[in-house]
Structure formats: C-alpha cells, structure tokens
C-alpha cells in the first residue's frame, strides 16, 4: 500500500505514514455486517512467545481509546473503561469461534 495514495473504500490510508516503512504487519481487523468480526494474524512477524502478542494487544487497546476519546469527544478514561469492559465481556463469554484461513484464503 505505500505509495499507492489509494485506499479501497473503508481502509485506513496508510500511503502517508513513510515512517512505517520496514515495518511488519501482524494484524489486520474488519468488522462486517454479514461476516461480523474478521481478525488476520501473522504471529511470525513479532516473535514466537504469544506473550509479546499479549502486550501489542494492550498497547492496541490504550491506543483506541486516545482514538476514541477524539473521535467521540468523550474522556480517555471513559473510552479505556468501556473498552476494557468489552474486553472484559468477550473474555467471558466469547460471541465468535476463531477459524483459520487456508492458502487459497477459504476459512476452515
């Protein structure tokens, strides 16, 4: 996508952002109304101990909500309480079965 100055409908430009450049990609989101939640993880690109996965998650989180305390004109205190309350939620009752893609990118 660098360069390309073109995002498809709903993608995040990231055309811009030189300074990714060398950077690794390990996760991609969208969110469907047919298909729901869609996660593509390639753990590979930052080590092989889930842990570090664990803490991207977490700085991913804090992250959001800076985003939506922006976006919503609301505190980040309130947008990092609700987030961790969704988290919280999802963690006890899970509202997806994960599935794993195979090399012609079918789910299995």
Same mark, same amino acid.
């Given at each position: 996508m660098f360069g390309s100055g073109k995002a498809n409908q709903g993608e995040i430009d990231? *055309?811009?952002l030189d300074w990714l450049r060398g950077s690794q990609e390990f996760l991609r989101m969208?969110?469907?109304e047919q298909e729901g939640l869609t996660c593509l993880i390639e753990p590979r690109a930052i080590g092989a101990d889930p842990f570090v996965f664990g803490m991207a998650m977490v700085d991913a989180i804090r992250h959001g909500a800076k985003a939506y305390a922006h976006a919503a004109g609301i505190s980040e205190e309130h947008a990092l309480g609700r987030i961790w309350e969704g988290f919280d939620a999802e963690r006890d *009752?899970?509202?997806d079965e994960p599935r794993q893609i195979d090399p012609e990118g079918k789910p299995n």
């Open positions: 990231i *055309s811009a969208w969110n469907g *009752s899970p509202t």
